[in-house]
């Protein structure tokens, strides 16, 4: 479940914006950050299970993006059917992308950049919401 001691796993395409968000995760109260760099730290980190993220965030800033591409071969592969089935995973998009697209890739938040603190804090209220009603 995801809680505040819950490590958040930020994938982006940039060091800047990662650090923006783990700055917005931080002013809800979560204090754990893994930030990936490259799919082959990506995958070696989940296939490892330590530390276990308890939310995968991925940060697209373009169509051909490395989180775009790393998001399709998770929600693909075996590990998010089976190690990481109920790990919420959110998506931050440009609006050139299709949010009901990303949606039915089986993301479990897309919010379109600009992104406000307000509609992250929103969407994780909901994935906890969601999660509560579910244990």
Do not use: Q, W
């Amino acid at each position: 479940m995801l809680g505040k001691s819950t490590s958040i796993l930020l994938v982006s395409d940039t060091e800047m914006a990662s650090t923006v968000v783990a700055s917005m995760y931080a002013r809800l109260g979560y204090e754990r950050f893994i930030r990936v760099h490259g799919e082959e730290h990506f995958f070696r980190l989940l296939l490892s299970g330590d530390p276990v993220p308890g939310l995968i965030h991925f940060d697209v800033s373009s169509p051909d993006s490395l989180a775009l591409s790393l998001c399709k071969k998770f929600l693909a592969s075996s590990l998010s059917t089976k190690n990481f089935k109920n790990t919420p995973i959110v998506m931050i998009t440009t609006e050139k992308n299709s949010k009901s697209d990303i949606l039915k890739m089986g993301v479990d938040l897309c919010l379109i950049k600009p992104l406000t603190f307000h509609a992250l804090k929103s969407g994780i209220e909901k994935i906890v919401r969601v999660e509560k009603a579910v244990a």
